[in-house]
């Protein structure tokens, strides 16, 4: 079981986690795209009206999900071409990323202002966020890294369509490692982002954001590790854990903070107030992390 086994030694005995690494990491992308449809719906409907091209991310995340629950099935008899649909889809989940981040960037910055008068801090707090489209984007790499074979195990080398083979400067976990330390910045500055608007006030808030930052440091500082010993993954097994924990906290503290008197629900409270749907992403970079943990292997 490759370094989960390390850390929890009964493992070894194990020959599977009813799926592989990479498949687990596909279903994650899925997962993930299925709630960016609907967080991006939630967020575009504070304006009170979507506009037409604002439907596209969010009827991209719900399809995007759909189609790599479908190109998963189609993988127990056809991986090659599921790969190729699998990527298709994810290349196009990056595409939506950046787009949707520089369709938030121009409305943040002021191009006709004077000069200095142009980018402000508080429109970065105040203004749509850059980081949340780049979700899209980061999941689609994520998700293409899983869609392609690394043979052998480890080596960074991927096997493409009609054998051709990919050399990577590092091997797939690593990339894992990487990967998961940046998607955990991002959600670090989001954090920051959306708390800042309430000035801190409350001292519990720092608490996402130490964990988030601690979060980052481990899981690079593991993927530059060549050979980690058991103490090193031990301490990145608890980063991931603390994530989980601080991600499923903020949720229940955020719907909480949207609930009346008696614990009525108010939809517009949930879309205008504390977005409940945002700590999860501490939780999901945190099951990211553990799931590169897995065994590289695709094969018992």
Same mark, same amino acid.
Do not use: C
């Given at each position: =079981?490759?370094?989960?086994?390390?850390?929890?030694?009964?493992?070894r005995?194990?020959?599977?986690?009813l799926?592989?690494?990479?498949?687990?990491?596909? @279903?994650?992308?899925?997962?993930?795209?299925?709630?960016?449809?609907?967080?991006?719906?939630?967020?575009?409907?504070?304006?009170?009206?979507?506009?037409?091209?604002?439907?596209?991310p969010?009827?991209f995340?719900?399809?995007?999900?759909?189609?790599? !629950?479908?190109?998963?099935?189609?993988?127990?008899r056809?991986?090659?071409?599921a790969?190729?649909?699998?990527?298709?889809? @994810?290349?196009?989940?990056i595409?939506?990323?950046?787009?949707?981040?520089?369709?938030?960037?121009?409305?943040?910055?002021l191009p006709?202002?004077p000069?200095?008068?142009?980018?402000?801090?508080?429109?970065?707090?105040w203004?749509?966020?850059?980081?949340g489209?780049?979700t899209f984007?980061?999941?689609g790499? !994520?998700?293409?890294?899983?869609?392609?074979?690394?043979?052998p195990?480890?080596?960074?080398?991927?096997?493409?369509?009609?054998?051709?083979?990919?050399?990577?400067?590092?091997?797939?976990?690593c990339a894992y490692?990487?990967?998961?330390?940046?998607?955990?910045?991002?959600?670090?500055?989001s954090?920051v982002?959306d708390?800042?608007?309430?000035?801190?006030?409350?001292?519990?808030?720092?608490?996402?954001?130490?964990?988030?930052?601690?979060g980052?440091?481990?899981?690079?500082?593991l993927?530059?590790?060549?050979?980690?010993?058991?103490?090193?993954?031990?301490?990145?097994?608890?980063? =991931?854990?603390?994530?989980?924990?601080?991600?499923?906290?903020?949720a229940v !503290?955020?719907?909480?903070?949207n609930?009346?008197a008696?614990?009525?629900?108010?939809?517009?409270?949930?879309?205008r107030?504390a977005?409940?749907?945002?700590?999860?992403?501490?939780?999901?970079?945190?099951a990211?992390?553990?799931?590169?943990? =897995?065994?590289?292997?695709?094969?018992?």
């Open positions: =079981m490759y370094h989960l086994a390390t850390v929890i030694p009964r493992l005995s194990a020959r599977r986690l799926l592989t690494r990479d498949q687990w990491m596909l @279903l994650m992308a899925a997962i993930n795209e299925l709630f960016l449809g609907l967080d991006t719906y939630l967020a575009h409907k504070i304006s009170g009206t979507i506009r037409p091209y604002e439907w596209i969010i009827i995340g719900t399809v995007a999900g759909v189609l790599l !629950l479908l190109a998963g099935l189609l993988a127990l056809r991986r090659s071409l790969t190729v649909i699998a990527t298709l889809v @994810l290349a196009s989940s595409v939506v990323g950046l787009l949707g981040a520089y369709f938030h960037l121009v409305r943040i910055v006709n202002a000069p200095g008068q142009r980018v402000f801090l508080d429109l970065f707090v203004g749509p966020p850059i980081l489209p780049l984007a980061l999941v790499v !994520l998700g293409i890294s899983a869609a392609w074979i690394e043979d195990p480890d080596s960074g080398v991927l096997v493409l369509i009609r054998g051709w083979r990919l050399h990577l400067p590092y091997s797939k976990t490692f990487f990967w998961v330390s940046l998607g955990t910045l991002a959600t670090v500055i954090s982002l708390h800042a608007r309430t000035g801190f006030e409350n001292p519990w808030l720092w608490v996402p954001t130490v964990a988030g930052i601690f980052t440091a481990v899981a690079f500082a993927g530059a590790i060549e050979r980690p010993t058991r103490a090193d993954l031990l301490t990145y097994v608890a980063a =991931m854990l603390l994530l989980i924990a601080v991600g499923v906290i903020g !503290l955020h719907i909480s903070a609930l009346v008696g614990y009525a629900i108010v939809p517009e409270r949930f879309i107030g977005p409940f749907l945002a700590p999860l992403l501490f939780s999901n970079m945190g990211l992390g553990l799931i590169a943990l =897995m065994d590289p292997s695709e094969r018992d």
